[in-house]
């Protein structure tokens, strides 16, 4: 066994549960995980080599290959594409002289698609060797390549000036930027760090529990679970050990803000983690964090340091004898499905990132089987401020079923993207006049799993009782193609889809096919029934990225039909479902004949 890996595995203990941090680091160290490591690993981790292969298999990130000197991953996210990807794209190909999907003769370049990477304000934007490059353009793509021909480390070939706040710290070092327009009780700088702690310390357990009972906060992440019952049921539940989960895995295209706290308010969610610990009886706080934004660890680790020298983290915290709580933080390694509480906590353990069945919930057995609480960024960021104010003060803000305030992640055709702290119950009219948009066409709420609106909803509400949102908005003028957009999110669900259920992974796919048809001129209006019938089909998937994956085909065709119906062939009897031409085209090229009929 090469010394490097043996000093891996020693750093994780020889755990399997670490598989994934024990891959990265192979990975980090080799550029992609050889047959040879992944059999050591199996071997010394006492699991076979399918385990392993599982894992390493399962993740965008994980290579099993040699992907390239320097390894392009262009964000092929909805956002990108309006704002001109397929421009650098071409600019990167062609500068490389490399087809996309590949990489170049020389092993030197490699060019590859990813989803959202968590910069639609800034976009098209690039992960390069793990460094993000926002802002592109075809000329920036182009000296890209020129410069990593001329042997260049990423990091000095950035093109623009460091970004606002603290990006522009040494530990960050980044050409991103926050971009936050509006601020109030969670991202201006009013709050003292400790505050929340030392009031929290001079309560009960159950006392703090109720605070934020009271103050009615449901989950920041999109599901809106109360906050407050989440704890109170993993503080009741029974087990040796309890976990503190933070997911910071927004995967949900157009979603940032957790990016943006996480730079401006670390203190914050590590102080709203060791609440919740204190409250529910963990010692342990584990941050999910996504692994496209790897380029905060070496931030977030001196910052977690900073903590524990101000005891707000460690043994004794705020020298309370018996509370002790500790995080670290556990990176993922590319997949949108692991945003879904259990499959994070598979992902967390080093396995693959599928859902798990429920019950029993993570509440009850999460990680390790014992009881976790999973929470998101921005209720950490709450809980703190809650604390402090009183579950009433935070009831006084918002509407009445959505208490407080929302972090939103704005991206589009918009003069000012980038983030909003509003109070909930804000039009979609207060929303867009608020980011400079003019001729909106539509705005999707919620990322693609949420709803496509058109302006005859604009008056409504963003709450949870009207339009819920973990934060995404993106907002498509008259220029844009809708069903484009529809397209690339089908596309996301596809590609993101874990496949355990044949009704997420067959009829995503049925549903793609048949609007392809569609845009393609070819369909008939039985193929619209067929969308919405087979959207209903996918509602008895496992979780909810199944469940939600439709939700692109109905809200369109609930708000934009007309857009389907010009498409659609007016009085033809017969229905060209089947194109035989575009059938053969492969087989044709596999045997150098043309493929016309
Ligand atoms: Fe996996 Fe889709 Fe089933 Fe969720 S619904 S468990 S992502 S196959």
Same mark, same amino acid.
Not at 77 to 106: I, P
Not at 524 to 530: A, G, H, P, Y
């Given at each position: 066994m090469n010394a +490097?890996?043996?000093?891996?595995? &020693?750093?994780?203990? +020889?755990?399997?549960?670490?598989? =994934?941090?024990?891959?990265?680091? *192979?990975?980090?160290?080799?550029?992609?995980?050889?047959?040879?490591?992944?059999? #050591?690993?199996?071997?010394?981790? !006492?699991?076979? @080599?399918?385990? *392993?292969?599982?894992?390493?298999?399962?993740?965008?990130?994980?290579?099993? &290959?040699?992907?390239?000197?320097?390894?392009?991953?262009?964000?092929?996210?909805? =956002?990108?594409? $309006? =704002? !001109?990807?397929?421009? $650098?794209?071409?600019?990167?190909?062609?500068?490389?002289?490399? &087809?996309? !999907?590949? @990489?170049?003769?020389? !092993? &030197?370049?490699?060019?590859?698609?990813?989803?959202?990477?968590?910069?639609?304000?800034?976009? %098209?934007?690039?992960?390069?060797?793990? *460094?993000?490059? %926002?802002?592109?353009? %075809?000329e920036r793509a182009t000296q890209l390549i020129a410069d990593m021909k001329a042997g260049k480390d990423v990091e000095d070939m950035y093109y623009m000036e460091l970004g606002d706040g603290k990006n522009s710290t040494s530990k960050i070092n980044s050409m991103v930027n926050n971009n936050i327009h509006k601020s109030a009780i969670v991202l201006d700088d009013l709050y003292k760090a400790g505050t929340a702690l030392d009031i929290a310390t001079k309560k009960s357990e159950w006392e703090v529990i109720g605070i934020v009972k009271t103050s009615g906060i449901r989950g920041r992440g999109g599901a809106g679970f109360p906050t407050g019952m989440k704890w109170e049921f993993c503080r009741m539940s029974e087990g040796e050990k309890k976990y503190i989960f933070c997911n910071a895995d927004e995967g949900e295209p157009g979603t940032f803000k957790d990016r943006v706290l996480l730079t401006e308010q670390p203190q914050m969610v590590f102080e709203g983690m060791a609440i919740a610990g204190y409250s529910i009886g963990a010692k342990e706080g584990i941050i999910y964090l996504r692994y496209e934004y790897l380029y905060m660890k070496e931030y977030l680790e001196a910052e977690l340091q900073k903590a524990r020298d101000a005891k707000r983290l460690g043994n004794h915290i705020r020298d309370k004898a018996g509370f002790d709580f500790d995080i670290r933080i556990q990176f993922g390694a590319g997949a949108y499905v692991c945003g879904e509480e259990s499959a994070l906590i598979e992902s967390a353990e080093g396995k693959r990132g599928e859902p798990r069945f429920k019950p029993p919930f993570p509440v009850q057995k999460g990680y390790l089987q014992m009881p976790t609480s999973v929470n998101n960024v921005e209720t950490f960021c709450s809980v703190c401020r809650i604390v402090e104010n009183g579950g009433e003060w935070y009831r006084d803000l918002g509407t009445s079923s959505s208490t407080g305030t929302k972090v939103l992640s704005i991206s589009g055709d918009c003069a000012r993207p980038g983030i909003y702290e509003v109070e909930w119950g804000l039009t979609v009219n207060e929303m867009l006049e608020m980011v400079g948009a003019k001729d909106t066409q539509a705005v999707q709420i919620a990322g693609p799993s949420g709803s496509l609106i058109g302006e005859k909803d604009f008056d409504r509400q963003i709450c949870y009782g009207d339009l819920p949102t973990g934060g995404a908005m993106m907002v498509f003028d008259s220029t844009r193609n809708l069903l484009d957009v529809v397209g690339n999110f089908m596309d996301f669900f596809i590609e993101e889809s874990c496949g355990s259920c044949?009704?997420?992974?067959? #009829?995503?796919? @049925?549903?793609? +096919?048949?609007? #392809?048809?569609?845009?393609?001129?070819?369909?008939?209006?039985?193929?619209?029934?067929?969308?919405?019938?087979?959207s209903e089909v996918m509602k008895a998937s496992r979780c909810g990225l199944g469940m939600s994956a439709c939700n692109p085909i109905i809200t369109s065709l609930t708000n934009f039909r007309g857009m389907y119906d010009e498409l659609i062939q007016k009085d033809v009897e017969f229905d060209e479902c089947f194109n035989l031409e575009a059938a053969i085209q492969e087989s044709a090229a596999v045997v150098g004949r043309e493929a016309k009929l």
């Open positions: +490097n890996l043996q000093q891996t595995l &020693e750093a994780y203990g +020889n755990d399997k549960h670490r598989l =994934m941090d024990i891959l990265l680091d *192979v990975q980090a160290v080799d550029g992609f995980i050889s047959d040879e490591a992944a059999s #050591t690993i199996a071997a010394e981790l !006492g699991i076979s @080599m399918v385990d *392993v292969e599982q894992t390493a298999t399962f993740y965008h990130f994980f290579k099993r &290959e040699p992907k390239g000197k320097y390894q392009i991953y262009l964000n092929d996210s909805a =956002m990108s594409n $309006v =704002m !001109g990807r397929a421009d $650098v794209k071409k600019a990167f190909a062609e500068a490389s002289g490399t &087809e996309w !999907g590949t @990489m170049s003769q020389d !092993g &030197e370049i490699g060019l590859y698609d990813t989803a959202c990477i968590g910069m639609s304000d800034q976009e %098209p934007a690039a992960l390069i060797n793990n *460094v993000i490059f %926002p802002s592109l353009t %075809p044949a009704t997420c992974r067959i #009829t995503s796919q @049925m549903l793609r +096919n048949r609007l #392809t048809k569609i845009q393609a001129g070819h369909g008939v209006s039985k193929d619209i029934d067929d969308l919405l019938e087979w």
